[in-house]
């Protein structure tokens, strides 16, 4: 199966859950008028308690594509975002739920100046970074309870590049 990604909007990206990013006017100025605040992006979910926030750093190997999957995690007590730490684009893969599995999966390329928050339960492929050194600032669920799910697909899915342009 290929898959073709497809550029991140927050329309297209709104099943799965929020775009973080500075666009449009800012909803208030704040810092003596230096500083544009772009207030309250995502709606972040840490689950039961004990469960509470956490600010972790990840690191993960650069990939290219076109770029083959076959695993789909999920985290069913909370909310995960990932900022990335460099203003390079990164590789999105999601899927709908269907009846506890994944369904079919889509995928999207940030700007380079975008993050992501995915909903509680949102299926997703893992941190796949399209250039070195591939931080990111994760924030997440911090609990004692098994809050990941891990799906191999029956066949691997391969995310061709986004179309080019027609002139």
């Given at each position: 199966m290929?898959?073709?990604a497809e550029p991140l909007t927050a329309a297209a990206f709104a099943p799965f859950g929020e775009?973080?990013?500075a666009a449009g006017p800012p909803d208030k100025i704040i810092n003596a008028g230096l500083c544009g605040r772009f207030h309250d992006r995502a709606t972040l979910d840490f689950g039961p308690a004990p469960g509470r926030a956490g600010i972790s750093v990840f690191q993960a190997v650069p990939r290219a594509l076109p770029y083959t999957f076959e695993l789909?995690?999920?985290h069913p007590e909370g909310s995960q975002a990932f900022l990335p730490m460099t203003a390079d684009p990164f590789l999105i893969i999601v899927a709908?739920?269907?009846g506890g599995r994944p369904g079919a999966p889509r995928?999207?390329?940030t700007s380079g100046a975008q993050g992501i928050?995915?909903?509680r339960g949102t299926w997703h492929g893992v941190l796949t970074p399209l250039a070195a050194p591939g931080l990111f600032a994760v924030v997440d669920r911090i609990g004692p309870?098994?809050?990941l799910e891990e799906v191999v697909l029956p066949a691997p899915v391969t995310?061709?590049?986004e179309e080019p342009a027609t002139p």
């Open positions: 290929q898959i073709r775009v973080l990013e789909l995690e999920r709908p739920d269907a995928a999207f390329l928050n995915f909903r309870s098994a809050n995310v061709l590049p």
